[in-house]
């Protein structure tokens, strides 16, 4: 009698199969081969992962030692085993963390005077720069997502409002007659960062 080897269609891994996966088990299933390396790097798939997770953890930068970033599982009570994986960092030095928005953070290195976009569970990073480095920590920061999936970073400085584009690799300031920036920042205190 013939054997038969059942196998799913793609599709349904695709769709439904690897979404619903550990965001560990992802970075791993990256090395599969091409298609599934390049499948798991599109925004749209980053998409239908989140949809499929209830479990948020904390990002916790530690300055103890040396830099180490390590989560914190919300959903579990307060003890040192909801303190979860410390996370390799790709960056030397000092830094700190700006923000973050579905798993992707913005960190600024200081040495370097670089900022950079990061995904602490693939590794995957871009830095990028900014001529206001000098103002990095005074103002406000918040990452958005835009209609056409781009990650946006905005921060808000006394000189104004300027937008960082990572699809564009490109900053633009922002020109609104009615935003009053020293009000702004003045009225607003940013904390918390959720992966």
Request: aromatic share 12%; glycine share 4%; proline share 6%.
């Amino acid at each position: 009698m013939p054997r038969i080897h059942p196998q799913l269609p793609y599709e349904i891994i695709q769709s439904e199969v690897l979404p619903r996966l550990p965001a560990k088990s992802i970075g791993r299933f990256r090395c599969v081969c091409k298609a599934w390396n390049s499948f798991l790097s599109t925004p749209d798939f980053a998409q239908m992962h989140l949809c499929y997770q209830t479990n948020y953890k904390l990002l916790l930068l530690d300055h103890h030692t040396s830099p180490t970033f390590r989560t914190l599982d919300c959903e579990q009570p307060m003890s040192q085993d909801s303190i979860t994986t410390t996370l390799p960092i790709p960056f030397q030095g000092h830094m700190s963390i700006l923000a973050s928005l579905d798993g992707l953070v913005c960190v600024a290195l200081r040495e370097t005077r670089e900022l950079a976009f990061w995904n602490p569970v693939t590794g995957a990073y871009n830095k990028f720069h900014t001529s206001f480095y000098n103002d990095m920590f005074n103002g406000a920061f918040a990452l958005y997502i835009d209609s056409s999936n781009d990650y946006k970073l905005v921060h808000i400085v006394s000189e104004g409002a300027f937008i960082y584009s990572q699809r564009l690799d490109s900053w633009r300031k922002i020109n609104h007659p009615s935003l009053d920036i020293s009000e702004l920042i003045s009225n607003y205190d940013c904390a918390g960062y959720v992966l």
